[in-house]
């Protein structure tokens, strides 16, 4: 990669990030995890509760690459179709038309999709992982770039479908957001007071979707020392292998480890998070700092983990400290 291309890089990432920033208050974490996503084509998992921003994030993100954008309220009537599309007959022509879902956006909103049951789950996923849709024999492409953020609510788990673990291995990263600290909200209220979340407050950043697929191809490019991709296996074997490595206690919570899609998310992952701190080498510190987001729904629990109230993070951070980093 050359010195001009790392600099161009930088200078799209800026004006993206300028933009986020502008409409969204905090939530650093997520903006980290959208761009790591957006720039490997991966998708993303958000855990909160409502009203902390997740569709103004990503609406924001959307309009500041000039990518379409559709959000999909998930319940338990919703049908494959409603997401992927259907064929409609029209009188006049005596012929059907297919009609495109909502999922052949750019960017795609999928609200509480544990509300949805498992078939459109199904569906939606496998959208997500073939990059393409099937209707009536014909096979659609999705556009490029395409993301997914999913979101799941925590307090309210009535009528809910939860979404199996083969399933949550295919999102590259699961963000948790936090509530804003009280300096964060009373910024938000300022805000709006000043008209910033109004349609003609936007500004156009001058980034297009053609940038964002030039950094993909950059972010690809990004140089990863062969033992920093034996760091990452490593970790990911430990996850298969606590008791010969971490506290027998946090062990035992443990029913079964990462896949390797793991040691994939946190190589491409890693790649992007480079990128987007100015580098086109990898270090340790961005394998570490994606440690929560890539391994979190991909650790299996037993329901110890659940009685004794131990979060998946502290079982991670235990990993991170049983292997030596390079």
């Known amino acids: ?7 161009r890089a930088g200078d799209i990432v800026a004006r993206v990030t300028e933009a986020f920033e502008a409409k969204v208050v905090g939530q650093r974490g997520l903006r980290d995890s959208l761009l790591v996503a957006l720039l ?4 993303v998992l958000l855990e909160s509760v409502p009203g902390l921003a997740k569709t103004t994030a990503a609406q924001t993100l ?15 009537d919703l049908l494959p179709s409603d ?23 750019h960017f795609v909103l999928l ?6 049951s498992a078939k459109t789950q199904s569906a939606m996923l496998e959208a997500m992982q073939e990059r393409q849709t099937s209707i009536g024999g014909t096979v659609y492409r999705l556009p490029q770039p395409f993301l997914v953020l999913a979101t799941q609510n925590p307090i309210e788990q009535e009528g809910t479908y939860q979404l199996p673990e083969a399933q949550l291995d295919r999102f590259l990263l699961k963000e948790i957001l936090d509530y804003p600290s009280p300096a964060e909200e009373a910024e938000i209220i300022r805000r709006i007071e000043r008209g910033v979340y109004e349609a003609d407050a936007e500004q156009p950043t001058g980034v297009h979707l053609d940038d964002v697929i030039e950094l993909q191809s950059l972010a690809k490019r990004v140089y990863i020392d062969p033992s920093i991709v034996n760091y990452i296996v490593q970790l990911v074997y430990v996850t298969r292998h606590p008791h010969s490595y971490i506290a027998g206690t946090l062990a035992d919570y443990i029913q079964f480890g990462a896949s390797p899609r ?4 946190f190589t491409q992952a890693a790649r992007a998070l480079a990128l987007l701190n100015g580098r086109d080498y990898v270090i340790p510190d961005d394998v570490k700092h994606l440690r929560h987001g890539v391994l979190r729904h991909r ?21 991170f400290g049983a292997v030596r980093t390079p």
């Open 40 to 43: 490997t084509g991966g998708h």
């Open 111 to 116: 609200d509480e999709i544990n509300r949805s």
């Open 83 to 105: 997401i992927t599309g259907t064929q409609i007959y029209d009188a006049k022509s005596s012929t059907f038309v297919t009609q495109l879902g909502p999922v052949h956006s």
């Open 262 to 265: 793991a040691s994939i998310a």
């Open 1 to 7: 990669m050359t010195a001009d291309e790392l600099r």
């Open 299 to 319: 650790l299996i629990l037993g329901y110890e983990a659940a009685a004794d109230e131990v979060k998946p993070e502290t079982i991670i951070d235990a990993i």
């Open 62 to 76: 959307a309009r500041a690459v000039d990518a379409s954008f559709r959000r999909i309220q998930c319940t338990p």
